[in-house]
């Protein structure tokens, strides 16, 4: 966030997932580009970082239109959001849900609300539902997924309502996903959006630490 890259794993080489506390007070009235500039210099002092960026030629993929056309429903204007009378939607969705797959093999996940989506991994079946969703949201779903960017090319600006379920291609767990045959993560964004994804090479900005260290506690 302070350095305004996407977090995406490919961009963070030799990463530290270890967490740190870290309490600072920000002045009142500080703009958004302001936090970010202090965050960082904050980041520099405490744990005496050095970093710089490289331009890294890799994979990457352009998502597009297939040849045979979206086969996503567009969005219908958005719902309201609930009032405060209106809460049973919200205790049910905080509740801890038991996971299960559903009659198709792919884990049985509820109707996502406006704004939310609803993601699960079972043995090796992943299925992701959303509405209101753009490409460029999906794009960036899609390079968390694969590791890779992902550059939306398709050209739409309407919001699509979509359901998405795919076998995992080893990157995520994947017990017992032997003995369910079913489509990769590629193959179920074309059959399934009518959306393809086309793989080039492509420098990405790689964001490279070349001295931290552990700050201590005070």
């Known amino acids: ?10 961009q963070f080489p030799g990463r530290d997932d270890a967490d740190y506390e870290i309490s600072a007070k920000v002045p009142l009235g500080a703009t958004r580009e302001q936090f970010d500039r202090m965050l960082q210099s904050l980041l520099v ?21 297939s040849k045979g056309g979206i086969k996503m429903n567009e969005s219908p204007p958005e719902a309201e959001a609930p009032t405060d009378a209106d809460t049973s939607d919200a205790a049910e969705t905080s509740a801890p849900r038991k996971q299960a797959l559903g009659a198709d093999g792919f884990p049985a996940v509820p109707p996502p609300r406006p704004g939310h989506i609803s993601y ?14 753009t490409m460029q949201n999906l794009a960036g779903f899609l390079s968390f997924q694969l590791l890779h960017p992902v550059n ?3 050209g ?17 767990s994947t017990a017992l996903s032997a003995t369910f045959s079913g489509p990769t993560l590629l193959e179920a964004v074309q059959q399934q959006l009518g959306l393809k994804l086309e793989q080039k090479k492509g420098p990405v900005d790689i964001f490279i630490i070349d001295h931290v260290e552990k700050p201590s506690e005070n």
Do not use: C, P
């Not at 991994?121 to 509405?131: E, F, H, K, N, Y």
């Not at 739409?156 to 995520?172: A, C, M």
């Open 1 to 10: 966030m302070a350095f305004k890259l996407n977090e995406y794993e490919y």
């Open 152 to 154: 939306d090319a398709t």
């Open 156 to 172: 739409l600006s309407t919001k699509y309502d979509f359901t998405l379920s795919w076998v995992s291609d080893g990157r995520e």
């Open 45 to 65: 002092e405490r744990f005496n970082l050095t970093y710089h960026h490289e331009a890294k030629q890799m994979s990457v993929y352009d998502l597009v239109i």
């Open 120 to 133: 699960s991994m079972l043995s090796g079946r992943a299925r992701w539902a959303t509405i209101n969703t």
